[in-house]
């Protein structure tokens, strides 16, 4: 069973810097695409960023330029580094995988806060 563990969530004042990370249990080149998705009170999940294989990065127009999606495949871990963050990123983050035959993995989430 895979599994997804996110780590780096907290309270931060608005124009600050969090990190997140996601360890995995697997081997990360299982997985065809990673991704950070986020869902804020009385809203649906949206992806924030994903990372193909490849390298290839896309991400939500609403934090183009301030958040940065990396892997790092020594380490099996997914990583998010999120700049002049806003109130309006408060949510809970969680980290996304899917594998070849297209088998979907979530993290259990950690809630990023942004408040003065």
């Known amino acids: 069973q895979v599994q997804l563990v996110e780590s780096g969530g907290g309270l931060v004042q608005p124009g600050g810097s969090l990190r997140l990370s996601c360890a995995t249990s697997?081997?990360?080149?299982?997985?065809?695409?990673m991704g950070w998705y986020r869902q804020a009170p009385g809203k649906q999940r949206e992806l924030v960023a994903s990372?193909?294989?490849?390298?290839?990065?896309n991400y939500a127009d609403s934090v183009k330029g301030r958040f940065t999606i990396s892997r790092d495949n020594a380490e099996n871990t997914l990583t998010l580094q999120m700049n002049s963050l806003k109130p309006e990123d408060t949510a809970v983050y969680y980290c996304?995988?899917?594998?070849?035959?297209?088998?979907?993995?979530w993290g259990q989430g950690t809630q990023v806060t942004v408040s003065a």
């Open positions: 990372i193909a294989t490849g390298g290839q990065t």
């Open positions: 996304n995988a899917v594998n070849a035959i297209l088998q979907r993995y």
């Open positions: 697997a081997n990360i080149f299982s997985f065809n695409v």
